[in-house]
């Protein structure tokens, strides 16, 4: 059966290079830049690239970028924007719980829910940070941002993604956030690149730091720092507090 995030990526590239969350792509890269080292023979892997637009900019930078996406279409927009950029970066098809990679990196990213925290189990989102931290070399990184779960015991999940859409962007509504699995069910609607309109029964995993922590240090990752992600403006003297909506995690093998 197809899910949720299959359908919604499965025709809405160009829309979704108009959300209002991906405008800070550029200080996002400024911040994996010094995460790098501004070491420019890193090897990158983007997991859940989308339309590429993390991919793009490191590439722009003089990074070699590999970037995965389930989404056909995503990869699509992707190569077309790097084609256009004259950029050589390897997309590829893949399945983010199916990783194919073994030690061939030295950095890997999975920004703005990059595959994880979408899936429908606990034990694919696993696979995802498991297949992340099998492609990574010995003292390599890991930066990606999730679902903050403690945002959602303090705040309507529903009203801040009302207040933080843009005129044409999705519609969300009857959110329910279950506390026993931390998971957020809603009915997103919008209108894919056709102008076709689409109603998602969306389910999305929240994590609490202690969940992510755990999790990381059973796949190796002998440090862990997690921190608010601001959009565009991601740093480590962010304290992750309650109002954050996704938070920042660096792990380092």
Not at 28 to 42: P, Q, V
Not at 129 to 145: D, P, S, W
Request: proline share 1%.
């Amino acid at each position: 059966m197809e899910q949720w995030y299959e359908r919604l990526f499965s025709n809405y590239s160009r829309k979704y290079d108009n959300e209002t969350f991906t405008r800070g792509t550029e200080g996002e890269c400024d911040f994996i830049e010094k995460e790098a080292g501004f070491n420019k023979s890193l090897r990158i892997l983007d997991v859940g690239c989308g339309t590429g637009r993390h991919s793009i900019e490191l590439a722009k930078r003089g990074y070699k970028v590999t970037g995965i996406d389930l989404s056909e279409s995503m990869l699509a927009r992707a190569r077309e924007k790097a084609q256009m950029n004259h950029l050589n970066i390897d997309f590829r098809r893949q399945d983010a719980r199916l990783l194919t990679f073994s030690r061939e990196f030295d950095l890997a990213i999975m920004l703005c829910e990059g595959g994880f925290p979408l899936m429908e189990t606990d034990e694919m989102n696993f696979e995802i940070l498991k297949g992340a931290a099998t492609a990574l070399r010995e003292g390599g990184k890991f930066i990606f941002t999730t679902l903050n779960g403690l945002f959602p015991l303090f705040h309507s999940v529903k009203d801040f993604l009302a207040a933080s859409s843009g005129a044409d962007a999705a519609s969300y509504g009857e959110n329910t956030f279950d506390l026993m699995t931390f998971r957020d069910h809603s009915k997103t609607t919008l209108t894919d690149d056709d102008g076709n309109r689409m109603e998602l029964d969306c389910n999305e995993r929240y994590y609490v730091p202690s969940e992510i922590t755990w999790q990381l240090k059973s796949l190796g990752f002998k440090t862990v720092s997690i921190h608010g992600a601001k959009l565009g403006a991601f740093s480590r003297q962010d304290t992750l507090k309650t109002d954050d909506f996704e938070m920042l995690v660096i792990a380092e093998k």
